[in-house]
């Protein structure tokens, strides 16, 4: 059975059909949509299944995406995912990263290179000031507490004292009271450790990165950081 023309839908015989683009034609039916020119195998260009000459060739215009309804829920699901996504990255990274006292890792490295530096300081300046208060110890009968009386028994019995506050630290009883802020764990054995909350008393400032003080709750004695403590 013979096929039907695409063009004019009358049959098309073996001698004079034309077989393109998915149909068949009468040579002289295959010309342009356009201005029916007629075209062979050679000059032809398909558009929608349709024969073009190359003058009349339909040329494609891009357009813009139209903000129809599933556009736009396709917009704003997408931000909800993103920041969804935002959100669970900040909430795993918070702990990891970031701690109470600093808000960046920036902020973090600067602050440990400064109580480093601090700490440094401290200790050459109290070795230097250690150095300079060492008292020797009184000799029997060049100092006034041999003598007989009372009042000379009692001078001799607080030397030793003086003594060792001059190289231990400040005399206790005498200092401010202070509450720390934040947990330390000491580095040397000339300091204290403490916890959040814990009251520190007889407290005397050293420089401006370091003090002195006991610990009210375990009465250890030593050198602390500032920067952990608040006057109350």
């Given at each position: 059975m013979n096929p039907l023309?695409?063009?004019?839908?009358?049959?098309?015989?073996?001698?004079?059909?034309?077989?393109?683009?998915?149909?068949?034609?009468?040579?002289?039916?295959?010309?342009?949509?356009?201005?029916?020119?007629?075209?062979?195998?050679?000059?032809y260009k398909g558009f929608d299944k349709k024969p073009y000459c190359n003058a009349h060739y339909p040329k494609t215009n891009f357009t813009s995406v139209a903000d129809t309804p599933e556009n736009l829920r396709l917009q704003q699901q997408t931000k909800m995912q993103s920041h969804v996504r935002y959100r669970e990255d900040f909430e795993k990274n918070r702990g990891k990263c970031f701690s109470s006292v600093a808000d960046t890792p920036e902020i973090q490295r600067v602050k440990k290179l400064q109580e480093n530096i601090s700490n440094i300081k401290y200790h050459e300046d109290f070795e230097k000031a250690k150095v300079g208060k060492d008292v020797p110890q009184p000799q029997s009968g060049h100092s006034p507490a041999f003598q007989s009386s009372a009042g000379s028994q009692n001078n001799y019995d607080a030397a030793p004292e003086s003594v060792g506050q001059a190289a231990g630290g400040p005399a206790s009883g005498s200092g401010k009271r202070y509450r720390a802020v934040y947990d330390y764990a000491a580095a040397d054995e000339d300091?204290?450790?403490?916890?959040?909350?814990?009251?520190?008393?007889d407290v005397h400032q050293i420089d401006e990165g370091w003090m002195y003080g006991r610990v009210e709750r375990t009465g250890q004695q030593g050198m602390l950081p500032a920067n952990y403590v608040e006057a109350i």
């Open positions: 023309c695409g063009r004019c839908n009358r049959v098309v015989y073996p001698t004079e059909k034309v077989n393109c683009l998915d149909k068949y034609w009468h040579k002289g039916c295959f010309s342009c949509e356009t201005c029916k020119m007629t075209l062979n195998m050679k000059n300091e204290v450790s403490f916890v959040d909350g814990d009251v520190i008393m």
